[in-house]
């Protein structure tokens, strides 16, 4: 009998590397779905599921994943794409070698609801720094709204720690 239970380095070599600086949009999905092969459902319940804190999605949860930070030293940095109903999110986690979560934040989204459309895109740049920008729109509206639009930071820093 083999064993069929993925390791955390097949999961890792699902996410090409990428070098930074690297921006994630709305749109950013479709050109990772089309070049990254998908997650299998044992890799999802072995590592994804433990990082979000979730170990079921309904049936029509998608995951995919995107890329690794590429050239990182003591961690690893991967984001993948989380697509529920009316619900779109890029998360960047960050694993020891050994595959234990360190950290993770949600960096990029879609989210439906209420009438409206709240929108978040991330650059990451060399210095591991990520820069959101936020906003809402009417439901339809492919504008922000200037009075809704924001703009937060967040960094990886050197243990992998999202700040």
Not at 68 to 80: E, H, K, P, R, S
Not at 91 to 101: H, R
């Amino acid at each position: 009998m083999t064993n069929n239970t993925p390791t955390f380095a097949d999961f890792v070599a699902k996410f090409p590397p990428v070098t930074v600086p690297v921006t994630i949009g709305e749109g950013s999905h479709h050109t990772f779905g089309i070049e990254n092969e998908p997650l299998s459902d044992a890799m999802i319940a072995q590592f994804i599921h433990p990082a979000v804190g979730t170990d079921m999605d309904d049936e029509y949860t998608e995951y995919v994943p995107c890329f690794a930070i590429d050239n990182t030293q003591g961690f690893i940095a991967l984001v993948w794409w989380k697509a529920e109903l009316l619900n779109y999110e890029y998360t960047l986690a960050t694993f020891t070698s050994k595959g234990q979560l360190i950290d993770k934040q949600i960096i990029s989204y879609t989210r439906v609801g209420d009438g409206k459309i709240a929108r978040a895109v991330v650059t990451i740049n060399e210095e591991w720094e990520l820069t959101i920008g936020e906003g809402v729109s009417s439901d339809g509206n492919q504008l922000f709204d200037p009075t809704t639009s924001s703009t937060r930071s967040m960094e990886i820093m050197a243990n992998g720690e999202i700040v």
